[in-house]
C-alpha cells in the first residue's frame, strides 16, 4: 500500500463534513447519513488496507509514513501534518473506522424523529467531524497533530452531546463535558510543555523520534524512575482522565448521555473516551520509564472501576447503567496499562468498542421502540417484541460480563490474570515492595462481581418478565395493570438492526484476535500481542516466568463467581424479590444511598470547587481584582496611551512640512554624532 | 565584459519598462483611450514580468553578479519582484473605478505605476549603491507624481508636495551618505563594502567618513521606510494621496525602501551591526511606539493604517534589530522579514480595496463612522475586511499572525528580548485600534447620510484574493515560509563574514 | 589628472569636504527655515550640488571615475527632480492661490 493513501483516511470523512456542510438543509436524513456512512466506510476499506499490509509483511515493515504538508518550522522543530500507521495505530483505526461506519448506518435509521428533520445534517456534519478529529488524534505522528485530533474529538463530543440544545439540561450536560474536558487537557498540555522543556537541544514532538531521543538520552527526562518523568506522565495522565472519564474527573460521563444514543456509542463507549488509553499505548516507552506513575495509573483505574461498577448497580436509567458501565470498563483498561499489560489494556479497548457499541445500540433501539422511554421501571419482556435487539443484546450481555468464550471473557480475563502476576517493582506507587498488584487484582475481582450483576439486572428488567411500560412517568410500577397501549413496541427497522447483527457477531468472536496461550490454538494464541510487539518492545512487563496453572485457578475462580452472580441476580429480581430485600438489610444503609446518588461526587464538586469558584470569581476576582485592580489599570493605560495619542496627533504631527524636515535633520544629525563622533 | 546573456536577469525589469511604454504610447495616441485595454496591457506586463521572474528564479540556484557587479542577482530580490508585482497589480486594479470615480482621467496613470514598478524591483537587486541610488529615485519620482494625480483635490497636492519636499530633502542626505562610503571605501559596490569591513582592523568605530555615510544611509532609508524620527510625512501623504496610490505606497514602496534597506544592513554592514545596534534598536522602538500610539485616536481608517503602517514598520526593523553579526545562517528566522513583507503587501491591499468604495460625488470619504452597519449591509465585505484587518493586527490564524510570529522568532533569537517587549506593547496597542473598525462594521448603526458602497469587479476581486491567501498561508504557511527563509538567506552568498 | 600626485597641485581634500559640507549645511538650513517653496527647491539643489562637490573630491582622492560618473547621474537626477518638483509646486499654486510652505497643513493631527 502507498503511505501517501493514508492521508486518505481522515480525508473522506473531511470531505463529508464539507459536502453535508455544503448541501446543509438541503441534504435530508437519508442524504446525508448515507454520504456520511460512505465517508466512513472508505475510510474503514483503507484501514483495513493497511491492517492487512502490516500483518502481510510479517513484521518487516515497523509502520507506514505520510507527510501531507510541512506545517511549520518553529526553534529547531519540524511540525509536520504528517500520518503514521504502525500496528497499533492500523487497529485501533480499523476499530474506529469499521464500529463507526456501523454506527453512522445506524443512526440513519435512529434519527428519524421528525422534529429533528431540519437538522439532521449537522448531526451527520457533526459525526463526520468526529471520526476525522478521531483518526487525526490516532494517526498523528507527532503530539501537535494528535492534540489537534485530541481537541477536535472534544469538541464534536461537546456538540453532539448538545446536539439537541433547545433543552438547557442537554446543553449544561454539554458544557460540563466540555469543562471537564478541559481540566484534562490542561493538564496534558502541561505534561507536553515540561517533556518538551526537559528535551532541551532534542526537542522533538514526533513520536518515533521522541523514543529515540529518550532511549538514547534517558537522563533527560531524570532516568528510569526519576521525579521529571513521573511528573511528566502523571500530567499526561491526567489528561488521559478527562478524556477517559477516569477518576477525578469522571463525572462528565454520564452526563454526556443527553446526547443521542449513537453518539453515546460512538464517542461515548466505543472511541473518544478510549483515546486515554491509546495515547498511554503510544507513549508506553515514556510512561514504562516511571513506575509510580504506572502505579498511579493502575490504582486510578481499579478503583474508577470499582466505584462506577458500584453506582452502576442502582440506577434505573438504561443509558446511565451504560454510562457507569463505561466508566467502569474503561478502569479495567486502565488497570491493564498500568500494571503494563500494554496489550491487554488495548485488547480490552477492541473487545469493549464492539460489547458496548452494541449495548448501546441496542438501548438505542429500545429507547426507540419506546418512544424516549428510558426508565427500565418501565420496560420488561421485550424480548417477546424485541427479538433481535434483544438476542443481540444478550449476546452484548455475556461479552461484558466475561461468559466463557466471548470476546469480553479473554481481555477481562487477561487483565486480572496479568494484574495478579505484575511485578510489584513495576507498579511501585507506594514503593516497589508493597503488593499493590494484589490489592488491584482484589478490586478487579469484585468489580467483575457487580459486573455481573448490574448488567444482569439491566438484560432481565428490560427483556425478561412483563412488560411494565404505557404510564408514562408514574412511580407505582406495578407490572399487571396491563391496559394495552397504543404505541406497543416493535422490533426496529432493518437499518438498524443490522449494525446490531454484525457488532454482535464480532462480540462473539473478537476474542480471536488474542488467544490465551492455555488454549492451545497455534497461530491464533496471542496474535494481537505478536503483532503489537513492535510497538510494545520493552514497555512491556515479562509475564511469560508466571506460572500457568495459577492462571487457570484464578480464571476459574471469576466464572464461578460470575455464575453464582447471574443466578443471584436471577432469583433476586426475578423470582423472588423478598431475597432482595433481605440482602438490602446487609448491606449499610449509608451504602445503598451512596451508589444510587452516586457517591455525590457532583455534589462534592459543586460544594468544594464549583460554589468557592464562583464566589471567589464574584466577590474577590469580579469584584476588587477586576473592577478595580484590573479595569483601572486598563482604562488608565487606555486614558494614558489616548492621552499620548491626541497629543502626538496636535503636537507633534502639526501637519508643517519644516517640522517634519526639523525632525528629520535631528535624527540625522544624532546618528553622525553617535556614529562619527561618538565611537 | 558586457554579456548579453545577462539581460535575463533583467527580464522582468525590462518587461515591465517595455509594456509600460506600450501602455504609454497608447494612451497618449488615442484621443478616446480605452482604460479597458490600458489596464489590460498593463496587467500583461505585469504577468509576463511575473513569469519571467519565476522562470529567473527556478534557472538561477547560486547567487551571482550581474552587469560588472551592479546587479545581485539573488532569491532575495526574486522575492521582493513578486511582492512589487503584486502590489502593483493590486493597486491597478483597485484604480480602475477609482479613477473614474474621482473624475482622473489621466492618460499616464497605468504607465507610471509600471515604471515606478521598475524602480521597485531594480532596488530590490541592486548591489551597487549608484544603481540603487538611481532606482530609488525612478521609483520616487514616479511616486510623488502619483501622490498629486488629483489635481482637483487640495489634499492631494499637499500630499504630493510634502512628500516631494521630504523626499527631496531625504535623498540629499542619502547621497551624501553614499559620497562618503564611496569616499571611506572607494567602492559603491554593497559586497565591496562587506569586503571591506571584513578586513581585521576596519569598522565604523575610527573612520568617521565611513560612520558619517552608514548614519547618513540610515537617514535615507529610514525616511523612506517611515521609521522614527524620519517618519512624520508619512500620515499627511497617506492620507491625502488618492486610495490606490496610497495602497501601493503602503506596499510597493514600502517593501522595495525596506529590500533596500536590508541588504544594506545584512550584507554590507552586517559584520559591524554591533555599532549601531543601540541607534537601530531605539529607531525600531520609537516606530513601534509612536506608529502604534499614533494610530490609537484617529477618526479616519485611511490615516490610521498609515500610522499602523509606521507601526508595522517598526516590527520589521525590531526583527533586523536581531541580527546576528556572525552571520545570516545563525538566525534563519529573518527570513520572517520577507514573509513579512508579502502579508503585509497582501493584507494592506485587501483593506485598501475596501476603503476604495468609500466616495461620496467624487470624492474621498474614509472616516470609520462610514462603516456602521456594513455587516448588515454587505456581510462579505465586512468580513473580508475584518479579517484583513485581524491580519494586520496579528491574529492567527492569519498570515499577519505567522509573519509576525517569525518576526518576534528572529528578535528574540537574536537576543533583542528587549525591543521585542517593546513590540509586543505595540503590538497590543495595535489590536485594539484593529477591532474599532470592526467594531463599527458589526455593531453600530448605519450613518444617516449613507451612500451606496461604489463596489467593482476589481477591487472586490482584489480583496476576495487578498483575504484567501490571508487565510490560507495563515494556516499552512510552511512552505512560503521556506522559500522565504531560503531567500533571505541567498544574501549571505555576498557577505564578507 | 587622476593620479594622487594631483592632489598635491590644489587644495586638500579636506578643503573640499569642508566647502561641501558647508554648502550642505546651509541647504538643509534653507530648507528647514524658507517660507517660499521655490527657495526650498533651490536649497535642495544646493544640497545635492554639495554632494556633487563630495564625489568628485573622493573620485579625485581615490584616482577613480567612480565618483564623477556617479556625479553626472546625480545631477540627471536631480534635474529631473527639480521638474517634478516644480510642477508640483504649480499644482499647489493652481490650489491655493500661493507658495507659502506654512500654509500647507490641511493634513495632520
Redesign the interface.
Known amino acids: 500500500m502507498n503511505p501517501a493513501l493514508l492521508s486518505l483516511v481522515p480525508g473522506f470523512p473531511l470531505l463529508g463534513v464539507i459536502v453535508i456542510a455544503l448541501l446543509n438543509r438541503k441534504a435530508s436524513r437519508v442524504v446525508a447519513g448515507s454520504i456520511a456512512t460512505a465517508m466512513v466506510a472508505l475510510s474503514a476499506v483503507l484501514s483495513f488496507w493497511t491492517l492487512f499490509t502490516l500483518v502481510g509483511a510479517h513484521g518487516e515493515l515497523e509502520s507506514l509514513h505520510t507527510v501531507l ?7 529547531g522543530v519540524d511540525v509536520n501534518i504528517a500520518f503514521m500507521a504502525d500496528p497499533l495505530t492500523a487497529v485501533m483505526m480499523c476499530v474506529v473506522t469499521g464500529v463507526g461506519s456501523l454506527i453512522h448506518l445506524y443512526s440513519i435509521g435512529y434519527m428519524d424523529d421528525p422534529a429533528d428533520a431540519n437538522s439532521t445534517w449537522r448531526f451527520f456534519t457533526y459525526l463526520n467531524l468526529f471520526v476525522f478529529s478521531m483518526l487525526l488524534l490516532i494517526m498523528g505522528d507527532n503530539f501537535l497533530v494528535m492534540f489537534v485530533g485530541w481537541e477536535g474529538v472534544g469538541l464534536c463530543s461537546y456538540l453532539l452531546i448538545g446536539f439537541w440544545y433547545s433543552n438547557t439540561e442537554f446543553a449544561k450536560a454539554g458544557k460540563k463535558a466540555f469543562v471537564t474536558n478541559r481540566v484534562g487537557d490542561f493538564s496534558f498540555l502541561l505534561g507536553l510543555f515540561l517533556l518538551f522543556w526537559s528535551l532541551g537541544e532534542h526537542a522533538t514532538l514526533q513520536f518515533s523520534e521522541l523514543k529515540e531521543v529518550l532511549g538514547a538520552h534517558p537522563e533527560l527526562v531524570g532516568g528510569h524512575g526519576g521525579t521529571l518523568v513521573t511528573a511528566i506522565c502523571l500530567l499526561l495522565f491526567g489528561g488521559a482522565t478527562g478524556k477517559s472519564a477516569q477518576i477525578p474527573l469522571f463525572v462528565w460521563l454520564p452526563d454526556a448521555m443527553a446526547g443521542p444514543t449513537p453518539v453515546s456509542a460512538l464517542i461515548h463507549a466505543a472511541t473518544m473516551v478510549t483515546s486515554g488509553i491509546y495515547m498511554i499505548c503510544r507513549l508506553n516507552f515514556l510512561f514504562a520509564m516511571a513506575p509510580v506513575a504506572m502505579g498511579a495509573v493502575a490504582t486510578i483505574g481499579a478503583l474508577t472501576a470499582f466505584l462506577a461498577a458500584t453506582i452502576a448497580v442502582s440506577q434505573n436509567d438504561i443509558k446511565k447503567v451504560l454510562a457507569y458501565s463505561t466508566v467502569s470498563q474503561l478502569g479495567y483498561m486502565f488497570l491493564g496499562v498500568g500494571v503494563g499489560a500494554f496489550t491487554a489494556g488495548f485488547f480490552h479497548v477492541i473487545t469493549h468498542a464492539f460489547f458496548k457499541a452494541l449495548l448501546f445500540l441496542g438501548a438505542g433501539a429500545v429507547i426507540h421502540a419506546m418512544h424516549h422511554e428510558q426508565d427500565m421501571r418501565h420496560m420488561g419482556g421485550l424480548l417477546g417484541k424485541m427479538k433481535i435487539t434483544g438476542w443481540t443484546m444478550i449476546i452484548a450481555w455475556l461479552a461484558i460480563i466475561g461468559f466463557p468464550g466471548f470476546s469480553g471473557f479473554f481481555s477481562k480475563d487477561e487483565i486480572l490474570w496479568l494484574t495478579f502476576a505484575a511485578d510489584p517493582a513495576q507498579v511501585a506507587l507506594f514503593g516497589p515492595t508493597v503488593p499493590l498488584p494484589k490489592f488491584l487484582w482484589g478490586i478487579g475481582f469484585i468489580t467483575a462481581i457487580l459486573t455481573a450483576f448490574y448488567m444482569s439486572r439491566l438484560v432481565f428488567m428490560t427483556f425478561f418478565g412483563e412488560f411494565r411500560g404505557g404510564r408514562h412517568g408514574h412511580g407505582d410500577d406495578h407490572g399487571d395493570d396491563g391496559n394495552a397501549h397504543a404505541h406497543e413496541p416493535h422490533e426496529v427497522s432493518p437499518v438498524m438492526w443490522g449494525p446490531l447483527v454484525v457488532l454482535a457477531v464480532l462480540s462473539v468472536f473478537g476474542g480471536l484476535l488474542n488467544l490465551p496461550h492455555w488454549l492451545h490454538a497455534g497461530n491464533l494464541t496471542g496474535w494481537l500481542h505478536h503483532f503489537l510487539e513492535p510497538v510494545f518492545e520493552d514497555a512491556h512487563m515479562r509475564f511469560d516466568a508466571a506460572p500457568e496453572h495459577l492462571e487457570l485457578r484464578i480464571m476459574a475462580l471469576t466464572i464461578g463467581v460470575v455464575f453464582f452472580t447471574i443466578y443471584a441476580a436471577w432469583q433476586m429480581l426475578m423470582k423472588n424479590p423478598e431475597i432482595k430485600h433481605q440482602i438490602e438489610h446487609f448491606i449499610p444503609d449509608f451504602a445503598i444511598a451512596g451508589s444510587i446518588n452516586k457517591w455525590w461526587v457532583d455534589e462534592l464538586y459543586e460544594f468544594a470547587i464549583i460554589k468557592p469558584l464562583v464566589l471567589g470569581s464574584r466577590q474577590v476576582l469580579w469584584a476588587i481584582v477586576d473592577a478595580l485592580v484590573i479595569d483601572g489599570a486598563v482604562n488608565g493605560t ?1 486614558r494614558l ?2 492621552g ?3 497629543a ?3 503636537r ?17 544629525a544624532l ?2 554624532f ?4 561618538g ?1 | 565584459m558586457f554579456d548579453p546573456g545577462e539581460l535575463n536577469f533583467i527580464g522582468p525589469e525590462i518587461a515591465v519598462f517595455v509594456f509600460a511604454l506600450l501602455v504609454l504610447v497608447h494612451d497618449v495616441m488615442f484621443k478616446q483611450r480605452n482604460a479597458t485595454i490600458s489596464m489590460g496591457v498593463s496587467l500583461m506586463g505585469l504577468a509576463t514580468a511575473a513569469v519571467l521572474n519565476l522562470l529567473n528564479m527556478q534557472a538561477v540556484d547560486v547567487p551571482r553578479e550581474a552587469f560588472a557587479g551592479a546587479m545581485a542577482v539573488d532569491g532575495f530580490g526574486f522575492f521582493l519582484n513578486f511582492i512589487v508585482l503584486l502590489a502593483a497589480a493590486g493597486a491597478l486594479l483597485i484604480s480602475h473605478d477609482f479613477l473614474r470615480r474621482i473624475d482622473v482621467d489621466v492618460p499616464e496613470f497605468n504607465p507610471l505605476v509600471l515604471f515606478v514598478a521598475f524602480g521597485m524591483m531594480l532596488m530590490g537587486s541592486a548591489n551597487d549603491l549608484i544603481l540603487l541610488f538611481i532606482s530609488l529615485e525612478v521609483m520616487s519620482l514616479g511616486v510623488y507624481v502619483l501622490c498629486g494625480i488629483n489635481r482637483g483635490e487640495l489634499a492631494s497636492a499637499e500630499a504630493a ?2 512628500y516631494f ?2 523626499g527631496a ?2 535623498s540629499g ?1 542619502l547621497l551624501m551618505g553614499i559620497a562618503f562610503v564611496y569616499g571611506g571605501i572607494g567602492s559603491t559596490r554593497i559586497s565591496a563594502v562587506a569586503q571591506w569591513f571584513a578586513i581585521e582592523g576596519n569598522g ?3 573612520n ?1 567618513l565611513i ?2 555615510g ?3 544611509l ?2 535615507g532609508f ?2 523612506k521606510v517611515a521609521a ?3 517618519h ?2 508619512t ?2 501623504v497617506y492620507q491625502g494621496a488618492p486610495t490606490p496610490v496610497t495602497a501601493f505606497m503602503a506596499t510597493g514602496v514600502k517593501a522595495a525602501a525596506f529590500a533596500a534597506l536590508s541588504r544594506v544592513l545584512l550584507v554590507a554592514l552586517l559584520g559591524q551591526n554591533l ?2 545596534h ?2 537601530l534598536w531605539l529607531i525600531a522602538a520609537g516606530t513601534i511606539l ?1 506608529g502604534n ?6 477618526d479616519d481608517l485611511k490615516r490610521m493604517l498609515a500610522y499602523s503602517s509606521i507601526g508595522h514598520a517598526g516590527y520589521l526593523l525590531m526583527a533586523l534589530v536581531g541580527a546576528p553579526a556572525a552571520g545570516l545562517a545563525d538566525n534563519p528566522r529573518l527570513g520572517g522579514i520577507l514573509f513579512y513583507l508579502l502579508a503585509y503587501t497582501v493584507m494592506t491591499v485587501g483593506a485598501f480595496a475596501v476603503l476604495s468604495f468609500f466616495t461620496r460625488d467624487g470624492v474621498e470619504d474614509t472616516r470609520i463612522s462610514r462603516l456602521g452597519g456594513l455587516a448588515d449591509r454587505h456581510p462579505a465585505v465586512a468580513l473580508a475586511l475584518s479579517i484583513c484587518l485581524l491580519s494586520l493586527a496579528g491574529v492567527p490564524p492569519t498570515m499577519g499572525f ?1 509573519g509576525k510570529f517569525y518576526l518576534f ?1 528572529a528578535a528574540i533569537e537574536g537576543g533583542a528580548i528587549g525591543i521585542a517587549v517593546v513590540g509586543a506593547i505595540g503590538g497590543a ?1 495595535g489590536i ?1 485600534y484593529y477591532l474599532r473598525p470592526i467594531v463599527v462594521m458589526y455593531m453600530h448603526p448605519e450613518p444617516a447620510d449613507r451612500v451606496e458602497l461604489a463596489m467593482n469587479p476589481a477591487a472586490l476581486g482584489v480583496l476576495g484574493v487578498a483575504t484567501v491567501a490571508v487565510l490560507v498561508f495563515g494556516l ?4 512560503l ?2 522559500v522565504a527563509q531560503d531567500s533571505l538567506l541567498s544574501l549571505a552568498a555576498w557577505g564578507g563574514v | 589628472m587622476t593620479t594622487t600626485a594631483g592632489l598635491a597641485a590644489g587644495p586638500g581634500l579636506h578643503a573640499w569636504l569642508l566647502l561641501a559640507a558647508v554648502l550642505f549645511c546651509i541647504g ?1 538650513y534653507g ?3 524658507r517660507r517660499n517653496l521655490v527657495a526650498i527647491l533651490c536649497s535642495v539643489e544646493l544640497m545635492a550640488n554639495a554632494v556633487n562637490i563630495n564625489l568628485v573630491a573622493f573620485s579625485r582622492f581615490h584616482g577613480d571615475l567612480l565618483g564623477q560618473a556617479f556625479a553626472l547621474f546625480s545631477v540627471a537626477l536631480t534635474v529631473a527632480e527639480v521638474g517634478i518638483g516644480l510642477a508640483i509646486v504649480i499644482l499647489v499654486y493652481r490650489a491655493r492661490k500661493g507658495i507659502d ?2 500654509e ?6
Open positions: 504538508y510541512r506545517w511549520i518550522d518553529v526553534g487606555a496611551l489616548s499620548a495619542s491626541r502626538y496627533g496636535q507633534v504631527q502639526v501637519g508643517k512640512v519644516q517640522v517634519y524636515a526639523l525632525a528629520l535633520a535631528s535624527g540625522a546618528l553622525i553617535a556614529f562619527a563622533v565611537s | 508636495l510634502k519636499v521630504m530633502f531625504a542626505f565604523i568605530a575610527g568617521p560612520g558619517v552608514v548614519a547618513l540610515l537617514v529610514g525616511f522614527a524620527p524620519f512624520m510625512w500620515p499627511d555599532e549601531f543601540t541607534a509612536m500610539i499614533g494610530a490609537l485616536v484617529q505567522v522568532a496597542i485594539y499552512v504557511p510552511g512552505s515560509i521556506e | 538643509i530648507v528647514l527655515s510652505v506654512d500647507l497643513d490641511l493634513l495632520r493631527g
